[in-house]
């Protein structure tokens, strides 16, 4: 494997209020027809649509010298909303759709992200996103906590996320950063392997998320 693409990793960025990503095709996953909007007293159920919802990321070493920046897509997904408000919801991604920044899925940089060194996508092929709480901050700003799972391990997460609902029509743009290495993502960390110099990658990751509602 070239170096030069090992030492990328997700460090996924985006701008925080509001970068969008590329519309792609209906995938077969998604929620069905009647489900894009359930109504149970005040609350609604808004089908995530997955044509105009996207996570996009940036790779870099630990110096950050070399980057790659790229997507990767929602396979389907809900937001409960009640009274304008978020309360909860949960987001799939498919994993099998991780491109670079040239929207190419078939390369060595890619190819290595699905392998067992960081996310081993033939195993564990979906991550899932379950938000559980949703507190104001400041106007349409919130803190929103959830559990997310990666590699078929969950921990719970908080972040800032700028959310509007507009004629039953939900946005919602979001930075989260973890550490990877909670989710058994160790590949050439400097927490566990020595000697690695600029070859060290970093153990954070930043997922920025752009959500919309059909």
Not at 19 to 26: A, H, I, N, Q, S
Not at 170 to 180: H, Q, S
Not at 184 to 193: L, Q
Not at 201 to 208: A, L, R, T, V
Request: charged fraction near 25%; hydrophobic fraction near 35%; proline fraction near 2%.
């Amino acid at each position: 494997m070239n170096k030069n693409l090992t030492i990328s990793f997700l460090i996924i960025s985006v701008s925080f209020f509001g970068c969008r990503g590329p519309v792609k095709e209906d995938n077969n996953n998604n929620l069905s027809e009647g489900s894009l909007s359930v109504h149970a007293g005040n609350e609604k159920y808004l089908a995530i649509d997955t044509r105009q919802s996207v996570v996009t990321w940036k790779g870099s070493n630990l110096a950050g010298s070399n980057s790659h920046t790229g997507f990767i897509y929602i396979s389907k997904g809900e937001l409960n909303i009640e009274n304008e408000q978020l309360i909860g919801g949960t987001v799939e991604v498919d994993m099998n759709t991780i491109q670079d920044e040239k929207h190419q899925s078939n390369n060595g940089l890619v190819d290595h992200l699905k392998e067992p060194d960081f996310f081993d996508v033939k195993k564990f092929p979906l991550s899932t996103f379950v938000i559980t709480k949703s507190e104001p901050i400041n106007g349409g700003n919130k803190k929103v906590t959830g559990n997310l799972t990666i590699k078929g391990i969950t921990h719970s997460v908080s972040f800032p996320a700028k959310i509007e609902i507009k004629n039953g029509i939900a946005k919602l743009n979001a930075k989260l950063v973890i550490d990877r290495t909670k989710w058994n993502i160790r590949y050439k960390s400097g927490k566990f392997y020595d000697l690695l110099a600029d070859q060290t990658i970093s153990d954070s990751i930043e997922f920025d998320i752009n959500l919309v509602t059909k």
